[in-house]
C-alpha cells in the first residue's frame, strides 16, 4: 500500500475524504437550503435581498461618488467608465476608517466620512457605497447597520439610515445632498465588477464569489422568486447568500471538534472547511487527531502532539515547499522519517482538495440555480475574489477540474473565471450608475 493509499483509508474512515463528497447530493442540498431561505424558512444560508439588479449596461461618462468601507480603511474616488467601458478613477482617497482607533459618535462617524469626499461632492448624482458591515438592507437601497466587526467602533451609528445621515451631513456642511445612494456588500460587488472587466465580452449571467479569510456568494435571482419579500415585479435582483453558513455535507469529528472551538460554534462550517480564516487551525486538529489514531509513526506522533499554532500560511507553504526550512512543519518534522514527511503531505492536500471540490460544488449551485450559461458562446462570468482562491497551493487547477467535470461535461452549462482588480470600489460604481 502506498503511503497515498494509507492516508485516503485514514480519511475515509473519519469521513473527511473529499471523495465521500457526492456534488450531485451537494447541489441538492444547496438548492434546498437556499430555497429555504429565498422563502423565510429556517435555513443555514440567509439568502438577503439586495434589491440591486445586475444590469450588464453600464452608462457611459457619468461620474459617481464610490465609498468602500470593509476593513481597517476608508477609501474614496469618483469613478465614471469610458467610451469603451474602461474604469475611470478619479480623486482617490484612502483614509483610516472611523472608529479604528477610538470610539466615535454618530456626528463624528459621518463627519469623517462626508469630508473624505466633500471636495467632489457636487460632481456627480450618485453615491455607491461597498459597506461590509452586517446591515439590514432596505427596498430603496439604504441601509440600516446592525453591527460593526473588524474593530470599528461606532455603536451610535447602528441601527440607523446611512443614506438619511450622510444627506443630513452633507446639508450641515452646505454641500449638494440629493445624491441617489446605493448599499451593497463587497461579495455583490464583486458580481457587478465582472461586467466591466471585459466590456468587448458578452455573459449569460454574472457570479460574485468570495474566498480569502471567509467564503461568500451571489447570483441573480427573480424577484417573483423571494417569497419573503413582498414583490409584484418581474425584476430580477442581486442575492447576497451567506452561503459561507451551509452545513449540508458530510462532516467528520475532527471538522465537530474544531467547529465547537472556534467562537461561533454551530455556524459557518462550509467556511471552517474551507477558508483563509480557518483552514490552518482545521490542519492542526486534523494532524493531532491523525497522530492520535497512528497514522503516523510513534515517533512522529510524539512531536506532532505538540503542534501548536499552525496557520493556514504554515499548512499551504509545506506544500508549497516540503524543504522550507522556514516553515513551523518543515522545522518541526526535521527528526521524523521521510515516510511520515510524505504522510503529512498527504493529509493536508486532502483536506485542501476537499476545500477544491466543495468550492467548486457551491460554484456550480450558483449558476444552475441561476439558471444561465448554458450557451458555449456566451458562457457564465465567475467573478472570483480572496487571496486564497489564487493562491492556496493549486487551488484553482482544483475547483476547475471539478467545475469542468460536473458543470460542463455533465450539466452543459459553461463559465469563465475573472479576478478584477478593486472590486469594492468598480463593483460600487456599477451599482451607483446602474441602479436608479
Known amino acids: 500500500m502506498s503511503v497515498k493509499e494509507k492516508v485516503y483509508n485514514y480519511l475515509k474512515k473519519e469521513n473527511l475524504f473529499f471523495q465521500s463528497i457526492d456534488l450531485d447530493d451537494y ?90 469626499f466633500a471636495d467632489f461632492a457636487d460632481q456627480a448624482d450618485s453615491i455607491g457605497f461597498c459597506f461590509s458591515y452586517p446591515a439590514e438592507i432596505t427596498p430603496d437601497r439604504d441601509a440600516i447597520p446592525t453591527l460593526f466587526t473588524k474593530e470599528i467602533k461606532a455603536r451610535e451609528v447602528l441601527g440607523e439610515s446611512i443614506q438619511e445621515n450622510i444627506s ?19 461579495t455583490v460587488a464583486t458580481q457587478l465588477t465582472g461586467m466591466s472587466s471585459t466590456p468587448d465580452r458578452e455573459y449569460d449571467g454574472y457570479i460574485g464569489y468570495i474566498l480569502g479569510t471567509g467564503i461568500n456568494g451571489c447570483y441573480q435571482e427573480d424577484s417573483s422568486n423571494i417569497g419573503k419579500i413582498q414583490s409584484h415585479s418581474s425584476d430580477s435582483q442581486i442575492i447576497n447568500t451567506e452561503c459561507g453558513s451551509f452545513s449540508h455535507f458530510p462532516r467528520g469529528k475532527v471538522d465537530e471538534a474544531f467547529d465547537s472551538s472556534t467562537v461561533c460554534p454551530g455556524q459557518y462550517h462550509l467556511e471552517k472547511a474551507c477558508s483563509g480564516g480557518y483552514f490552518g487551525p482545521l490542519c492542526e486538529l486534523a494532524i493531532k487527531e491523525a497522530a492520535e489514531k497512528g497514522l503516523f509513526s510513534a515517533d512522529a506522533s510524539k512531536i506532532l502532539k505538540g503542534l501548536k499554532g499552525l496557520n493556514t500560511m504554515h499548512a499551504d507553504n509545506y506544500m508549497h515547499n516540503p524543504q522550507d526550512q522556514s516553515n513551523m512543519l518543515v522545522e518541526l518534522m526535521k527528526p521524523a522519517s521521510s515516510e511520515d514527511k510524505e504522510v503529512l503531505f498527504w493529509l493536508l492536500d486532502s483536506l485542501l482538495e476537499r476545500a477544491a471540490k466543495l468550492t467548486a460544488g457551491s460554484l456550480a449551485a450558483l449558476v444552475l440555480k441561476g439558471q444561465c450559461g448554458e450557451n458555449v458562446l456566451k458562457p457564465v462570468c465567475l467573478t472570483v475574489d480572496g487571496t486564497t482562491f489564487y493562491a492556496y497551493y493549486k487551488f484553482k487547477a482544483r475547483v476547475e477540474r471539478y467545475l469542468d467535470e460536473y458543470l460542463v461535461k455533465k450539466h452543459g452549462r459553461y463559465y469563465e473565471i475573472i479576478q478584477v482588480e478593486d472590486a469594492p470600489l468598480l463593483g460600487a460604481a456599477i451599482a451607483a450608475l446602474t441602479n436608479r
Open 27 to 116: 447541489v441538492r442540498e444547496f438548492h434546498g437550503e437556499m430555497n429555504k431561505g429565498l422563502s423565510g424558512e429556517n435555513s443555514s444560508m440567509a439568502m438577503i435581498p439586495t434589491y440591486v439588479k445586475g444590469h450588464p449596461h453600464i452608462p457611459r461618462n457619468i461620474k459617481t461618488i464610490v465609498l468602500d468601507a470593509g476593513g481597517t480603511n476608508l477609501r474614496a474616488a469618483l469613478v465614471s467608465f469610458d467610451d469603451n467601458g474602461a474604469p475611470v478613477v478619479e480623486n482617490f482617497k484612502k483614509i483610516r476608517m472611523p472608529g479604528f482607533d477610538r470610539e466615535v459618535s454618530k456626528e463624528e462617524f459621518y463627519e469623517i466620512l462626508v469630508d473624505h
Open 168 to 186: 443630513a451631513m452633507l446639508k450641515k456642511k452646505g454641500l449638494k445632498s440629493d445624491h441617489r445612494l446605493v448599499v451593497l456588500n463587497d
